[in-house]
């Protein structure tokens, strides 16, 4: 597994507006490989590392690693934070790529689920437009388990 470019520090007491996310707090990793693909490139398979940390404060910070499968070289890395609305089961989370692309995902938390559209998308002035041709928020719906199946593989 990719090390993790930021220590995240857990020693905190849970803040109570992220307790209904506690769940996504450790390490996680791709049970079996994805396949990705760009109009660019070959097809290819990965895997993702993740982790979600908490410092008290009600918002919980995450770093996502995609590793090519055979080799482990780095392919991309997302990082930010998730925030929950108050007395509510609304989530947000910010989203920024080391490809230059920031996002801003909302949606609803239904159990140990989440439901998630695209609010604001942008990018970098001279960030790969192969990527990333044209960006503009389009409110698209999507759910966040493209990033799973996943397993914990260590408690927080």
Request: glycine share 6%; aromatic share 10%; charged share 20%.
């Amino acid at each position: 597994m990719a090390s993790l470019a930021c220590p995240f520090y857990q020693s905190a007491k849970l803040n109570e507006a992220i307790s209904p996310l506690d769940w996504l707090l450790g390490n996680w990793e791709s049970v079996e490989p994805g396949k990705g693909s760009f109009p660019s490139l070959k097809e290819f398979r990965y895997t993702e590392d993740l982790h979600f940390a908490q410092m008290g404060e009600p918002i919980i910070s995450f770093m996502f690693n995609a590793s090519d499968a055979e080799t482990k070289k780095i392919l991309h890395r997302e990082c930010g934070f998730i925030r929950m609305q108050t007395g509510t089961n609304r989530v947000a989370f910010i989203i920024a790529q080391n490809s230059g692309l920031v996002e801003v995902e909302e949606g609803e938390l239904m159990g140990k689920q989440l439901s998630l559209h695209s609010k604001a998308l942008a990018r970098q002035s001279f960030a790969t437009s192969r990527m990333f041709p044209e960006c503009s928020s389009s409110n698209q719906t999507g759910s966040w388990s493209k990033r799973f199946p996943c397993q914990r593989t260590r408690s927080q």
